[in-house]
Nanobody, 120 residues
Framework: QVQLVESGGGLVQAGGSLRLSCAAS????????MGWYRQAPGKQRELVAA???????TYADSVKGRFTISRDNAKNTVYLQMNSLKPEDTAVYYC??????????????WGKGTLVTVSS
């Protein structure tokens, strides 16, 4: 059984920073893409950032230059450093990973989400 567990969310003032972490555990053979989505109240879930196993990255236009995604393959962990936060960054942030296991092959897994609230 594979699990993704996020941490690092919370309340921060506009202009502040937070660092999200997401650790994958279980019977993992390898991990392809890891990343973060977010969903604000009344809005659709959107991609924030993603990183491949080769550490190629992609970002939503709204976070470019402010957020940085990274990963530690030895720890099966992905991070999202969020700087210069804005109230519009307020959302539940979800970690996801494309994980290969011996039983299921390649499959997407999701964390339960962590709330980020940015006050003005």
């Amino acid at each position: 059984q594979v699990q993704l567990v996020e941490s690092g969310g919370g309340l921060v003032q506009a202009g502040g920073s937070l660092r999200l972490s997401c650790a994958a555990s279980g019977s993992i053979f390898s991990i392809n893409v890891m990343g973060w989505y977010r969903q604000a109240p009344g809005k659709q879930r959107e991609l924030v950032a993603a990183i491949t196993s080769g550490e190629s990255t992609t970002y939503a236009d709204s976070v470019k230059g402010r957020f940085t995604i990274s990963r530690d393959n030895a720890k099966n962990t992905v991070y999202l450093q969020m700087n210069s936060l804005k109230p519009e960054d307020t959302a539940v942030y979800y970690c996801y990973a494309d994980i290969i296991t011996a039983y299921f092959g390649s499959k997407d897994y999701w964390g339960k989400g962590t709330l980020v609230t940015v006050s003005s």
